[in-house]
């Protein structure tokens, strides 16, 4: 026995001596505070807007005729819920004489209710434009530094839809007769009004030339020119090429479906409402007596909050209670197999990931991480870098890209740890490779790099059930089968799966 205590105490020794020394070595580096919203800010985006064009008030006075073909079709670009009346009651009427029909959703709600409703839908809008919107959304007209002038960004139609383009004009070329012809390969071109003085050929198709000899009412005649799409893709880009004599330009045409932004009615409390935002999703392998002990943790402090768990143990036991969902999977799916299913049932604006041996604590404080993700462009809170050429090794260094302002106790950085709370539809639509059944946990980062915001916070702890094995104290049966199952050496066939996927997939 008392060699037994010299054993353990000479390795809390060497532990000790070993943190230490991984202190003293560990690089120091000056991080930044920056703002996450994903936005050019005030300051740029009041110059981009100084940077756009004032309308010219000497072609104001150039006198113009309406081509109602033409301007009807931008009309339509809006939406009104009215359906076509008139329907005659026949058998089979629907399919002789289809006709559009329209269903007014506010029904769905009282009327006491209905602009309470309205207010939480516009915040969350307001919140989705915050977090989808770019600064490559933003009109950028480019000034005539040559003598075209015409849009470098933010020129969007939806499929076979109509616009007239912004921004296109002909500056300070003094010659007697001016021209500008008009290309486009996904659509084609036409002019919303006719302008005096200005010829237009091939309105209508994809090339169009217009000619004048009065530089003002060329100009002005600019100002109309429309595309519409006419190849229907959900999200591509026409490329327009815009020349004149001499000079080229060209810029493009976004040509997709507006986001539909998917919105979470959260309730009415004015604080952050755990219950309503926040689902506990997690997958188990054998390990009830974990699980129960991350239930009761759970339940705690978070007494409502639904807990979703997905189950591939050989001989499942009954995991039930007040706000728990128990799905069983086939024996041995495997771990990413088990996070899709969880994942796959929340229907809250968050899901906060744990594994199944984590015990919640007084300091597992889940309206911080709300909180960060509410004010943040953030998908995630709780590095990986591209490896060779070839793309046959995988570098990870730990540590973070910066500061978050705002929230000085968290950072931005690539991946995190088994405990994260995100939003879900991004978890969704990451997803995680259910071919890793065993050995997994970055690699969901890795899938998600380029698409996943991530973030991590420190002060938000929750404990972890303890893999200390001390000598005296024997595994059970069920540990014995878990650690089998979870920790494959490293030729076993899930580690070259892993790997093999790594290689081909993600390079």
């Known amino acids: 026995m008392r060699s037994l205590r010299k054993t353990v105490l000479l390795a809390i020794l060497v532990s000790v001596v070993l943190v230490v020394a991984l202190l003293h070595s560990w690089p120091t580096r000056g991080y930044t505070t920056v703002d996450v919203w994903q936005r050019p800010g005030s300051i740029v985006e009041r110059h981009l807007e100084e940077r756009l064009p004032e309308p010219d008030h000497q072609l104001g006075n150039i006198p113009y005729h309406v081509r109602d073909s033409v301007a009807s079709l931008l009309a339509r ?8 009346s008139g329907r005659v009651n026949l058998p089979f009427a629907q399919l002789l004489f289809p006709r559009v029909s329209a269903h007014p959703l506010h029904t769905a709600f009282a009327p006491s209710e209905l602009e309470e409703i309205k207010r939480r839908r516009a915040k969350e809008y307001k919140s989705f434009q915050k977090r989808s919107q770019t600064p490559a959304d933003v009109l950028i007209i480019a000034e005539a530094n040559n003598p075209l002038q015409y849009p470098t960004q933010g020129v969007e139609v939806r499929p076979l839809k109509t616009i007239i383009i912004p921004g296109l004009a002909l500056h300070d070329l003094p010659r007697n007769h001016y021209s500008i012809n008009i290309t486009t390969t996904l659509g084609t071109l036409n002019v919303a009004a006719e302008v005096d003085g200005v010829k237009i050929k091939g309105d209508g198709e994809m090339h169009m030339l217009l000619s004048s000899s009065l530089l003002p009412n060329l100009n002005r005649q600019l100002q109309f020119v429309t595309y519409t799409n006419t190849q229907f893709h959900p999200s591509t880009v026409d490329t327009v090429q ?7 330009a060209a810029f493009s045409i976004k040509i997709r479906h507006g986001v539909t932004p998917k919105l979470y009615n959260t309730g009415s409390k004015g604080d952050y409402n755990v219950t309503a935002l926040v689902t506990i999703a997690t ?9 129960q002990d991350l239930i009761n943790s759970v339940r705690r402090y978070y007494p409502t909050v639904t807990m979703v768990i997905a189950d591939d143990s050989e001989n499942p036991k009954t995991i039930s209670g007040p706000y728990i969902e128990h799905y069983i999977m086939p024996f041995g799916k495997g771990w990413f197999a088990g996070r899709n299913l969880a994942v796959s049932q929340v229907t809250t604006k968050y899901v906060l990931w744990v594994d199944d041996d984590f015990i919640f604590t007084a300091n597992t404080k889940l309206e911080k991480l709300v909180d960060v993700l509410e004010k943040t462009t953030l998908d995630l809170t709780i590095s990986i870098e591209p490896g060779e050429e070839d793309g046959d090794c995988l570098h990870m260094r730990r540590g973070f890209h910066h500061v978050i302002q705002g929230f000085p106790n968290c950072v931005v950085t690539d991946g995190v740890i088994n405990f994260f709370l995100a939003r879900t539809d991004k978890v969704q639509q990451v997803g995680f490779d259910p071919r890793l059944a065993r050995v997994a946990h970055l690699e969901f980062f890795i899938d998600g790099l380029g698409s996943l915001h991530v973030g991590s916070c420190d002060d938000v702890i929750v404990n972890h059930a303890t893999k200390i094995k001390l000598p005296w104290v024997s595994q059970s ?13 490293a030729s076993s066939d899930a580690t070259h ?6 290689f081909f997939k993600n390079s």
């Open 77 to 84: 670009n809006g939406c009104l819920c009215e359906g076509e």
């Open 242 to 248: 815009f020349e004149t004599e001499g000079h080229q």
């Open 283 to 291: 997958k188990t392998f054998l390990r009830y007596d974990k699980l």
């Open 477 to 489: 049966e069920s540990d014995k089968v878990y650690t089998k199952f979870r920790y494959p050496p």
């Open 497 to 502: 799966t892993k790997n093999g996927l790594l």
